[in-house]
């Protein structure tokens, strides 16, 4: 009897698995981030659906094999600082953790203590809320003190940390790199003509890439040549809009190289342990009748 109640509560689980399996792989199939995130129709026809076969935004950290450009890296940085850290944070990062890029320990410190925002503190003699220069131990300061600075500097909009926003966002880098890069577009025309409704309000801006496609982030890059690269490339808004992306999958995966490695290392330990098992169960059992 017990033998019987075993098997169908077995029976039970297999079977509450394999449908989850199964509308897994249907959802999967069927992706729509257009109906995921937004049910307005006019989101729905002509949200883009970021990809990277569509706009090229091919990074060398991408795939098994993928390692990070230390010089795109420093490039993205050198946009994030003088673009993106006007209104964005990205808080989980140390100032020394710019040692992973190629800088040495000097320049790390004058990052840190050139950077425009200091760092809050207390005056040990009055108790007086103060700041003070940026040390390489620091984490990157917040833009703005709370979300209600944040609000009323940025038109009732919080910018988001972008600390973890290439992990944050399907798509991860080719959606930063689509929406800062390719998303600021004029509002189609037919759009307006189907959904009169549907244009954008004032203080927002149309960006394709967005999912309900008004975004509150005026366009970051907005000319070729914004940021002068002090390795020479040519700064196109199509570049910096990469470099930028590389950067922040960078912040939101310091350790890829490191991962990668230990990744390639297991599996070649697993492969020598396969063949000293098979080498040992031959051993063993040479001698018996299967």
Same mark, same amino acid.
């Given at each position: 009897?017990?033998?019987?109640?075993?098997?169908?509560?077995?029976?039970?689980?297999?079977?509450?698995?394999?449908?989850?399996?199964?509308?897994?792989?249907?959802?999967?199939?069927?992706?729509?981030?257009?109906?995921?995130?937004?049910?307005?129709?006019?989101?729905?026809?002509?949200?883009?659906?970021?990809?990277?076969?569509?706009?090229?935004? +091919?990074?060398?950290?991408?795939?098994?094999?993928?390692?990070?450009?230390?010089?795109?890296?420093?490039?993205?940085?050198?946009?994030?600082?003088?673009?993106?850290?006007?209104?964005?944070?990205?808080?989980?990062?140390?100032?020394?953790?710019?040692?992973?890029?190629?800088?040495?320990?000097?320049?790390?410190?004058?990052?840190?203590?050139?950077?425009?925002?200091?760092?809050?503190?207390?005056?040990?003699?009055?108790? +007086?809320?103060?700041?003070?220069?940026?040390?390489?131990?620091? *984490?990157?300061?917040?833009?703005?003190?709370?979300?209600?600075?944040?609000?009323?500097?940025?038109?009732?909009?919080?910018?988001?940390?972008?600390?973890?926003?290439?992990?944050?966002? *399907? +798509?991860?880098?080719?959606?930063?790199?689509?929406?800062?890069? *390719?998303?600021?577009?004029?509002?189609?025309?037919?759009?307006?003509?189907?959904?009169?409704?549907?244009?954008?309000?004032?203080?927002?801006?149309?960006?394709?890439?967005?999912?309900?496609?008004?975004?509150?982030?005026?366009?970051?890059?907005?000319?070729?040549?914004?940021?002068?690269?002090?390795?020479?490339?040519?700064?196109?808004?199509?570049?910096?809009?990469?470099?930028?992306?590389?950067?922040?999958?960078?912040?939101? +995966?310091?350790?890829?190289?490191?991962?990668?490695?230990?990744?390639?290392?297991?599996?070649?330990?697993?492969?020598?342990?396969?063949?000293?098992?098979?080498?040992?169960?031959?051993?063993?059992?040479?001698?018996?009748?299967?």
């Amino acid at each position: 009897m017990i033998r019987w109640i075993s098997a169908v509560i077995g029976a039970g689980i297999v079977a509450v698995l394999g449908w989850s399996l199964l509308w897994t792989i249907v959802g999967v199939a069927g992706d729509s981030s257009a109906k995921t995130w937004t049910g307005a129709p006019a989101s729905a026809e002509h949200y883009v659906h970021a990809q990277r076969p569509l706009l090229n935004a +091919e990074l060398p950290s991408e795939g098994l094999f993928g390692k990070y450009d230390l010089r795109q890296l420093q490039r993205g940085f050198q946009v994030y600082k003088e673009v993106c850290a006007a209104c964005h944070s990205i808080r989980l990062v140390a100032f020394r953790d710019l040692k992973q890029l190629g800088y040495d320990d000097g320049q790390v410190k004058a990052i840190a203590q050139g950077w425009q925002i200091e760092q809050p503190s207390v005056n040990p003699d009055t108790g +007086e809320v103060a700041t003070r220069k940026n040390l390489p131990s620091d *984490h990157f300061p917040l833009v703005f003190a709370n979300d209600v600075a944040a609000r009323a500097a940025n038109n009732n909009a919080v910018p988001p940390d972008l600390s973890l926003m290439t992990k944050a966002r *399907h +798509e991860g880098p080719d959606y930063v790199y689509s929406l800062v890069g *390719h998303g600021y577009v004029n509002q189609p025309a037919d759009l307006l003509a189907k959904f009169p409704d549907a244009k954008t309000p004032k203080g927002l801006h149309y960006n394709q890439y967005f999912a309900n496609l008004n975004i509150a982030m005026p366009p970051p890059l907005t000319q070729d040549g914004q940021v002068q690269y002090l390795d020479g490339t040519k700064p196109t808004v199509d570049q910096m809009a990469k470099d930028v992306a590389a950067f922040l999958t960078w912040t939101a +995966e310091p350790n890829l190289d490191t991962r990668h490695g230990a990744g390639f290392a297991v599996l070649g330990f697993l492969l020598v342990f396969c063949f000293l098992a098979y080498g040992a169960y031959q051993n063993v059992w040479r001698n018996m009748k299967h």
